[in-house]
């Protein structure tokens, strides 16, 4: 499962990307608006903190002609760029064109897998499906993300579903076991990746107990 990191922030990109674990940035206007500098500016900055990457950023018309035109900028801004595109009427018509040209897309808003048909239909590259604001309305956001997965595999769409809104580790592990191609996360999510009790309490005694014999890596001569 590849992991993208959830962000608008150059220097949380950074430091993710130093883990070499992080396969590509997803950003909305929401993040974008929050790092306080200007859209190309940061998803450019983005795209340099992470070679490679797929770097998705979002258009915010609502109509077609404006929302492609917005695509068609925002594509031109970097070959590591994937336009992110709301579910609604015009951005599913603004998916089947922009994948005719070969431009990437993210569709994002995903909550059912109705909806997911119809950007796995006009060639998303990746379908952004939401569990943290399902879940938040005491609903189960993995249900959707499970029968798009179901859904893709079984008609052999080239799409990728994504797990977006995820809010802790559980939402990644569920992720794995639904068998989601993406995950994107917070920076804060993937420092909880990290975390276990027995390996601090495990690391702590090995370290105790090499101190105590007085062990070098570099030297041969004990104490
Ligand atoms: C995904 O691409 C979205 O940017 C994001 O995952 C939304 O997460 P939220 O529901 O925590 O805002």
Redesign the pocket.
């Known amino acids: 499962m590849k992991l993208f990191l959830?962000t608008g922030d150059v220097d949380e990109v950074r430091r993710a990307a130093e883990l070499g674990v992080i396969d590509g940035v997803?950003?909305?206007p929401?993040?974008i608006a929050k790092a306080g500098k200007g859209f190309r500016e940061t998803v450019l900055a983005i795209c340099a903190a992470c070679p490679g990457g797929a770097i998705?950023a979002e258009v915010v018309a609502t109509d077609y002609d404006t929302m492609l035109k917005e695509a068609l900028e925002i594509a031109s801004w970097h070959d590591q760029i994937v336009v992110k595109v709301p579910l609604i009427e015009p951005g599913v018509r603004l998916v089947s064109t922009l994948s005719e040209r070969g431009i990437r897309t993210n569709v994002?808003l995903v909550f059912s897998v109705s909806q997911a048909l119809l950007a796995a239909k006009a060639g998303a590259t990746y379908i952004?499906n939401?569990v943290?604001?399902v879940d938040d309305v005491s609903g189960d956001g993995m249900e959707a993300v499970a029968a798009t997965v179901e859904m893709v595999e079984s008609y052999g769409f080239e799409s990728e579903v994504l797990v977006?809104?995820?809010?802790h580790p559980q939402h990644v592990v569920q992720a794995m076991a639904a068998r989601a191609h993406v995950a994107?996360m917070p920076y804060s999510v993937i420092a909880q990746l990290f975390k276990h009790p027995l390996t601090d309490i495990g690391l702590h005694r090995f370290l105790d107990d090499w101190n105590k014999a007085g062990l070098s890596i570099f030297s041969t001569v004990t104490a």
């Open positions: 959830d997803t950003t909305n929401t993040l998705s994002t952004s939401f943290g604001r977006a809104s995820v809010r994107t």
